[in-house]
């Protein structure tokens, strides 16, 4: 079973940083592609970022293109998502997750239905 721990959330304001955590446990988790999703509240959850385990492809949601970068330990087990130029609209809670495919692609890796395992979450707050 695989089990997701994120940290790294907290208050910052309006054009600060920060830089979320998903520690992966349990499972072969090498050939997994990860992900990051968002849920602000009365929302759907929303994607954000993706990478492949193993070849290190990413891929952005339009809205954190080129202000978000996910990246990964493999040693480590540990996916990060560093956020910079945060606004008011990226406050939500921030969960990882794990999808297993076997071939992944822009349009499967941001499909949420196609994640099996997922983190418990952690809550980032942009102040204006």
């Known amino acids: 079973q695989v089990q997701l721990v994120e940290s790294g959330g907290g208050l910052v304001q309006a054009g600060g940083s920060l830089r979320l955590s998903c520690a992966a446990s349990g499972g072969t988790l090498s050939t997994y592609t990860m992900g990051w999703f968002r849920q602000a509240p009365g929302k759907e959850r929303e994607f954000v970022a993706a990478?492949?385990?193993?070849?290190?492809?990413?891929y952005y949601s339009d809205s954190v293109n080129g202000r978000f970068t996910i990246s990964r330990d493999n040693a480590k087990n540990t996916v990060y998502l560093q956020m910079n130029s945060l606004t008011p609209e990226d406050t939500a809670d921030y969960y990882c997750a794990v999808a297993l495919l076997t071939r992944p692609t822009m349009s499967s890796m941001s499909r949420r239905s196609n994640y099996a395992y997922w983190g418990q979450g952690t809550q980032v707050t942009v102040s204006s």
């Open positions: 990478i492949t385990w193993g070849g290190g492809s990413t």
